[in-house]
Structure formats: structure tokens, C-alpha cells
T-cell receptor, first 112, second 114 residues
């Protein structure tokens, strides 16, 4: 079945460092891919998405490119801030079903 | 704009007790979901409701029941709580089906079963 694999955390960075969180997926067909973010004490919220191969999703300085040839959707940000400290979830939604499939989540700590 | 509201925020139960987690949305969405979040396992779907009057099992439905009371409300019931049900529970709604579906989450219920 469909699945999402994320790099294990936690990831600890200093402010203004470059961020990469790796995400790969297994799916038949042409799923849409998402990154959700969960700030402390809150529910998840959509950060960005891409709906087809080579699409780039972007929001709040974060970017991710849908790479079908490597089945990847890595999240990047050029300069992280303390306020980016959160848990990041990679997810996919495929055709023909109601379920969004989530990865295990990667916790990011950003130090001032 | 409240969005998705879950109650309670925290709950401690003893093994064998029952309880109902409430979820209400004011977004006029048809689809509603219950997920549980456990460390290292991400979010797993318990039950979902594609529209008022319908419910279906997700990945981990055992030990739970749901009711879609009306378009706004979707409750999750634990009939006889077990320690394995200690988790954080999230209700979510969506703005439509298909692959572009965006989920909107409540702030969660942290449940401990002793």
C-alpha cells in the first residue's frame, strides 16, 4: 500500500541555518504531496502542497519539489528562525480513496 | 472563526471507563476524520465520515465507535478504555475529496488511560 517515510529527528539547528527534511513516498498512480506543520500545543496545519510531478510548493520561505523519478518531496528553507521550531509531517493523498497518509513526523528545534 | 473545536483538551481515564470525544466544525465541510497521534508513528486514521449520515473505518478502528450527529458534529467514543488507547486524538475536516484535499485540524485531545 501507499506509504510515506521521513527522516528521523529531532533536527537541531542554529538560527539562520539551512534546513532540509527528507521525505520519500511509495504510491501507485499520481498522488498529491503535502507538508503539514504542528506547532506546540496545536493541531496540524497545511504548510505547502504539490499536485503533480515537478511542481514546487512554497509558503513562508519553505519549499518542496515533487520529484517523481526519485519519489521524493524534501522540505527546505534557506534560513530558519526560532519560530520555525515545530513538528513537520510529510503526507500524500492518492486518487480513489479518502485517506491522507502521513509520515511519522520530524521534530525541528531552532536555537537562537 | 472557530474552525474545528475539540473537547475536552485533556482527559485521564481508568481502564474500562468509557468516554466520548466531541468535535464540531463551523466550516461547512462535508468530510470529517478522527486520527490518533503516537510517537514515531505519525497520524493514523481511526474513522472517517464522507458526509452526514455515513461513517467508515480507517486503519485502526478497533475499540472505537463514531457518530456523525449532523453536518457539524462528529464524535468518537471509547466504550471500554485500554492503556493502548493512550494517545493524542485529532479531529479534522476537509474542503473536498480528491487528491487536492486540504485537511483542517482541531487542537487535539490528550488522553491517558491508566
Amino acid at each position: 500500500g501507499d506509504s510515506v517515510t521521513q527522516m528521523e529527528g529531532p533536527v537541531t539547528l542554529s538560527e539562520e541555518a539551512f534546513l532540509t527534511i527528507n521525505c520519500t513516498y511509495t504510491a501507485t498512480g499520481y498522488p498529491s504531496l503535502f507538508w503539514y506543520v504542528q506547532y506546540p500545543g496545536e493541531g496540524l496545519q497545511l504548510l505547502l502542497k504539490a499536485t503533480k510531478a515537478d511542481d514546487k510548493g512554497s509558503n513562508k520561505g519553505f519549499e518542496a519539489t515533487y520529484r517523481k523519478e526519485t519519489t521524493s518531496f524534501h522540505l527546505e528553507k534557506g534560513s530558519v528562525q526560532v519560530s520555525d521550531s515545530a513538528v513537520y509531517f510529510c503526507a500524500l493523498k492518492n486518487t480513489g480513496g479518502f485517506k491522507t497518509i502521513f509520515g511519522a513526523g520530524t521534530r525541528l528545534f531552532v536555537k537562537a | 472563526n472557530a474552525g474545528v473545536t475539540q473537547t475536552p483538551k485533556f482527559q485521564v481515564l481508568k481502564t474500562g471507563q468509557s468516554m466520548t470525544l466531541q468535535c464540531a466544525q463551523d466550516m461547512n465541510h462535508n468530510s470529517m476524520y478522527w486520527y490518533r497521534q503516537d510517537p514515531g508513528m505519525g497520524l493514523r486514521l481511526i474513522y472517517y465520515s464522507a458526509s452526514e449520515g455515513t461513517t467508515d473505518k480507517g486503519e485502526v478502528p478497533n475499540g472505537y465507535n463514531v457518530s456523525r450527529l449532523n453536518k457539524r458534529e462528529f464524535s468518537l467514543r471509547l466504550e471500554s478504555a485500554a492503556p493502548s488507547q493512550t494517545s493524542v486524538y485529532f479531529c479534522a475536516t476537509s474542503d473536498g475529496g480528491g487528491t487536492n484535499e486540504k485537511l483542517f485540524f482541531g487542537s487535539g485531545t490528550q488522553l491517558s488511560v491508566l
